[in-house]
T-cell receptor, first 113, second 111 residues
Framework: DVKVTQSSRYLVKRTGEKVFLECVQD?????MFWYRQDPGLGLRLIYF???????EKGDIPEGYSVSREKKERFSLILESASTNQTSMYLC????????????FGSGTRLTVV | DAKTTQPPSMDCAEGRAANLPCNHS???????VYWYRQIHSQGPQYIIH???NNETNEMASLIITEDRKSSTLILPHATLRDTAVYYC????????????FGKGTLLTVNP
């Protein structure tokens, strides 16, 4: 019954590394999202995509980029990882009108050392 | 999106119904009520949503007052695995892609 799959549950990377976080959904959803969640700051939207090759910046896009080459896959890229990017990263998907709610993945806890 | 108010924590005995309240007194006519939950260290999970009518699915029931200013999420037979933070969100669908969680209610189901 897996619907949104994030490639890694835990990840440890070094400062300056390029980091790829992968997300795949099997529900044929148009929208896909990347959020990060930090204690006391809640969920913050990094990027979202409503179609293949389309992307929109969220609230905190700096230091991140995304790629959506196929409808089911949405990748988050940390161009040069920094310690302040240590966080829980959550991928989600939804239908275009978002009425049915968002389906989240299990999250990737990234630690940058 | 309208602001919501939830109690910070609640306890429930295993097997009993858990009733989680949410106040959304400034809700507007085109805003839906959504409930999500987040079990520790996992991604949020969609539970249920409604506009005006009461709703029920395999996970829970959602009761919305007639004036739509408050709602209650009901877990009919709570289990230990229902221990989580429950978030009530009010939002217009379609044009707004941001999902903002408040502090939610930590529901602890006790054996």
């Amino acid at each position: 019954d897996v619907k949104v799959t994030q490639s890694s549950r835990y990840l440890v990377k070094r400062t300056g590394e390029k980091v790829f976080l992968e997300c795949v959904q099997d529900m044929d959803h148009e929208n896909m999202f990347w959020y990060r969640q930090d204690p006391g700051l809640g969920l913050r939207l990094i990027y979202f995509s409503y179609d293949v090759k389309m992307k929109e910046k969220g609230d905190i896009p700096e230091g991140y980029s995304v790629s959506r080459e196929k409808k089911e896959r949405f990748s988050l890229i940390l161009e040069s990882a920094s310690t302040n990017q240590t966080s829980m990263y959550l991928c989600a998907s939804s239908t275009l009108d978002t009425v049915g709610g968002y389906t989240f993945g299990s999250g990737t806890r990234l630690t940058v050392v | 999106d309208a602001k919501t108010t939830q109690p910070p924590s609640m306890d429930c005995a295993e097997g009993r119904a858990a009733n989680l309240p949410c106040n959304h007194s400034t809700i507007s006519g085109n805003e839906y009520v959504y409930w999500y939950r987040q079990i520790h260290s996992q991604g949020p999970q969609y539970i249920i949503h409604g506009l005006k009518n009461n709703e029920t699915n395999e996970m829970a029931s959602l009761i919305i007052t007639e004036d739509r200013k408050s709602s209650t999420l009901i877990l009919p037979h709570a289990t230990l695995r229902d221990t989580a933070v429950y978030y009530c969100i009010v939002r217009v669908v379609g044009s707004n892609y941001k999902l903002t969680f408040g502090k939610g209610t930590l529901l602890t189901v006790n054996p």
